[in-house]
């Protein structure tokens, strides 16, 4: 049990301080540094979380099925449990970057203020908005008429950008203008899918039977509210596949 508190006797906090915050302990009475996720609570050990977090038991964490069950705050007896966050979602903070949960983002501030840097505050909830780039730009292609092949491009951005693929025209003094696919082209389809990962796209240009007119260069456009990305292929029409070594 809790007997009176003699604050002179309470052991003493780390010269440095402590890394996610001070609590104090199950009896109100002492400071100590409060535990991080992942790290024991509870128990005859008897750690307490930091600010922000929860002390999950083991045995209840199995068992429940509509999320952990919290451990009473001043219970010292009874198995130890695991200290998580309570806001288990990234979140954006106000350094641009992107925080597993609001426990990372406070970490971070944490740390960024012990090196005399500002802290770091909560933008907004789910990830940080960015730019699209692309992951895998498509590939240049040499094949021969009649043949089936198909361009990829994936890219990623937040919000999930929109893809599109054009052909484009050069004329004589440099790029003349731009072809939105498929237009009327019988022979050529455009296939667009979410992933394979979150905020990804993957597209597809896929050309059967090839003809002499598909040769030319194609180009991938990603594009969200934070901006546009593009990479481009060629794709080369040839008589015969013995060509294809050759002019490689």
Do not use: F
């Not at 203020?113 to 940080?128: F, L, V, Y």
């Amino acid at each position: 049990g809790c007997g009176p508190c003699d604050a002179a006797r309470c052991p003493a906090l780390p010269a440095r301080g402590c890394p996610l915050g001070r609590v104090r302990d199950t009896c109100g009475c002492c400071w100590q540094c409060g535990r991080g996720e992942g790290e024991a609570c509870g128990g005859a050990a008897g750690g307490r979380c930091a600010p922000g977090l929860e002390c999950v038991k083991s045995r209840q964490r199995r068992k429940a099925k509509g999320g952990p069950v919290p451990v009473a705050a001043a219970a010292p007896a009874g198995p130890p449990g695991v200290c998580l966050c309570k806001s288990r979602y990234p979140v954006c903070g106000s350094d641009g970057l992107t925080y597993g949960s609001g426990c990372q983002l406070r970490a971070a501030s944490l740390r960024a203020q012990s090196r005399g840097e500002p802290a770091i505050s909560q933008r907004s909830k789910g990830a940080c908005e960015q730019g699209p780039s692309i992951v895998t730009p498509p590939k240049d292609i040499w094949n021969v008429t009649g043949a089936q092949i198909y361009l990829s491009c994936e890219v990623i951005g937040i919000p999930t950008p929109v893809l599109i693929w054009n052909k484009i025209i050069r004329g004589q003094y440099g790029v003349q203008r731009m072809e939105l696919l498929p237009g009327d082209r019988e022979n050529l389809a455009i296939q667009t899918r979410g992933g394979p990962e979150k905020h990804e796209v993957t597209g597809w240009v896929l050309i059967s039977p090839l003809s002499k007119e598909d040769a030319g260069e194609y180009e991938c456009h990603a594009s969200n509210a934070k901006g546009e990305a593009t990479a481009s292929a060629k794709i080369h029409v040839v008589e015969t596949l013995h060509e294809i070594a050759l002019t490689k």
